[in-house]
């Protein structure tokens, strides 16, 4: 069972890259983040057509989460993280899809910091963690998928010099991130790439993508259960090449059938 996680930076602007990483990668199971349109102008049809079922919650022009089920239908269990029912965010979605709970996630990404975005951050972050350890109790297999908007360490990135400042690589998003995995979460590609595990992300700015300035800010988080069933993972980093790019590549694990 391949599962994939990738930041499409408006769905319905580059569909076309989207769909054609659909047909040559071939994921069962795919977490779409940054959707970034209204839930009527989902591009619904279009994927049905590639041969993809479809989950998914909008928000306009901003944030916006979706998971995608080659073949089936992903049964929906959640669309808001808990923990603050006024928070509106389309930030997580959650499906079982094929005996497994796939968690869909866009956390924030703080910029600027200090101040009320990072604080958001940070509060999201705590229901994250708290909702994860009611997961982690049912011993049932679980991913948490998608952009978490942290380096987890520095060597995730090409160079911290330049984004000392930046929330993504600040001290306490990487503590929340460590509690998580201390709480029994596996970080996938850590854990198939012991000597560094492959970036996920060029910034548009400063020819990155062409000096492979990148870092790592989208992972698989798994429960034990799925630990044991981890293949192998990657990143399809060529589609950040292609014209009309996100600003992410496509990142993605293989686990065995149960």
């Not at 990143?235 to 292609?242: E, F, M, T």
């Amino acid at each position: 069972m391949k599962i994939a996680t990738f930041n499409v930076n408006g769905i319905n602007e580059r569909l076309g890259n989207l769909l054609a990483w659909l047909a040559s990668s071939r994921p069962d199971v795919a977490c779409l983040q940054e959707i970034k349109c209204r839930n009527a102008a989902f591009p619904d049809a279009a994927l049905r057509a590639a041969g993809y079922n479809s989950i998914w919650s909008g928000q306009g022009p901003h944030h916006g989460v979706a998971i995608l089920a080659r073949g089936i239908a992903p049964i929906e269990t959640r669309r808001q993280l808990p923990g603050n029912l006024r928070d509106t965010e389309a930030r997580y979605i959650e499906a079982a899809i094929g005996g497994v709970l796939v968690g869909c996630l866009y956390l924030p990404n703080g910029n600027p910091q200090p101040g009320p975005k990072f604080s958001y951050k940070m509060a999201w972050f705590e229901r994250l963690i708290a909702y994860a350890a009611e997961l982690h109790a049912t011993k049932a297999p679980c991913v948490l998928a998608g952009d978490y908007n942290v380096v987890p360490t520095d060597r995730d990135i090409y160079a911290l010099r330049s984004w000392k400042d930046n929330a993504l690589v600040q001290p306490e998003p990487r503590a929340a991130y460590a509690r998580l995995q201390e709480a029994g979460w596996t970080d996938a590609l850590a854990l198939l790439n012991p000597d560094g595990a492959p970036y996920t992300f060029w910034h548009y700015l400063r020819n990155s993508w062409p000096r492979d300035a990148g870092m790592r800010l989208d992972h698989f988080l798994l429960t034990p259960a799925l630990v044991k069933r981890l293949l192998r993972g990657g990143v399809d980093r060529d589609v950040r090449g292609l014209r009309n790019a996100s600003d992410h590549a496509p990142a993605w694990i293989e686990i065995k059938r149960s």
